[in-house]
């Protein structure tokens, strides 16, 4: 478990990293923060198409295949803009790094449900989030610091060597598996949602993810607007991620003492409060101190809602719940940085900080209306 940690660690923070750097490439060469949005939404595009077929392919095949080829095709996407820096170059690197990320991390959560007894199941999504919540960090700390000292470029050709890691281990180690399944005979997709705590898990999922997304679009288009340098706006990314490791590691300890509905509940209330005064904040102390609490508050939502999904798959179609669940997630990764660039260059980056407050409140209250109605079931 902890090698797949390690090799989440790096495929997250070449992600992280990339959307950063493309972002911020964007605006050197001239794009609007619609045009930016569009750019962050090609790394949606053929996940939302793709991310069910994935998860059935880790179901049949095994978790390692799909890694692998995820892992190759997000080192191919990195090396794009480094070759031929512009933005063709950007869109096809953000279409090729956002498929090579579902393939991978579909079959990477199946294999942390998979690992083990029931009974470890959290620990193992908590550990493997403390590789999410380490590429968060890292990533735009190595894009930060490479932009401002090396160019553009080079941040992304630092993430294609960091790439090639993981793809050498899974190619050697065959440990990295989940046993290869018999075809089974599913029913439509859309049946798993007629399974109440599973959709409203997945629901809660798709919007969690909104607030995320809406903060890590909009927080470089914010500080490139009032000034900041890549490496200071990646230290305030940083310290969001910071935030969401500490809170991970401790993250077991708070659902058994208070379950899983009521702590993200909470965290995600805690969240839309801090979202309002965020647009009105320049001191970049303030900043950073802002992000590490909206760190701790935002960090349990991936774990949590991946636990609640996969405790309440079928047998035998855990792949097949990952990959709607990042359906469901990829439709807001697709539209909301679009719909968000378009506001924000209308109306300033007040709204679009005030919409992503409004979404989390309104997922707090689900899960609260969720855990109640799992009790009663």
Request: charged residues 10%.
């Amino acid at each position: 478990m902890y090698l797949a940690t390690l090799i989440t660690l790096i495929i997250q923070g070449c992600n992280m990293g990339s959307r950063m750097s493309a972002t911020l490439f964007a605006i050197e060469l001239g794009a609007n923060p619609f045009l930016v949005g569009l750019l962050i939404s090609a790394y949606s595009v053929l996940p939302l198409l793709l991310a069910l077929y994935s998860g059935r392919v880790s179901d049949r095949y095994g978790a390692r295949y799909p890694m692998l080829a995820g892992t190759v095709a997000s080192a191919i996407g990195t090396l794009l803009p480094a070759l031929a820096p512009g933005l063709p170059a950007l869109f096809a690197s953000a279409m090729l790094i956002g498929t090579g990320f579902i393939f991978f991390n579909i079959s990477m959560q199946n294999l942390a449900g998979g690992l083990g007894p029931p009974e470890q199941r959290t620990r193992n999504f908590s550990t493997l989030a403390l590789g999410y919540a380490s590429g968060h960090l890292a990533g735009p700390l190595i894009a930060g610091f490479a932009i401002d000292d090396f160019g553009h470029p080079a941040a992304f050709a630092s993430f294609t060597a960091l790439g090639l890691v993981p793809v050498l281990i899974l190619a050697c180690n065959r440990g990295l598996d989940t046993p290869a399944r018999a075809p089974v005979q599913h029913h439509s997709t859309l049946d798993l949602l007629r399974i109440p705590a599973l959709r409203r898990a997945i629901i809660v999922s798709g919007l969690t993810s909104t607030g995320w997304d809406l903060y890590l679009f909009y927080v470089p288009i914010y500080g490139h607007g009032i000034g900041l340098s890549a490496t200071t706006i990646g230290a305030i990314l940083g310290a969001f991620a910071l935030a969401t490791f500490i809170l991970r590691v401790v993250l077991p300890l708070l659902t058994r003492r208070f379950g899983l509905e009521r702590v993200l509940a909470a965290a995600l209330a805690a969240s839309a409060i801090m979202f309002v005064p965020f647009p009105f904040v320049e001191f970049v102390p303030a900043l950073l101190l802002l992000s590490f609490a909206m760190g701790l508050a935002m960090g349990c939502g991936q774990p949590l809602t991946l636990n609640l999904a996969y405790n309440r798959a079928p047998p035998g179609r855990s792949g097949e719940v990952a990959g709607l669940r990042l359906t469901v997630n990829n439709v807001t990764h697709l539209g909301l940085p679009v719909v968000a660039g378009a506001m924000g260059a209308f109306f300033g980056a007040v709204t679009v900080f005030w919409i992503a407050a409004a979404v989390l409140l309104a997922c707090s209250r689900l899960a609260v209306n969720s855990g109640a109605a799992q009790v009663k079931e």
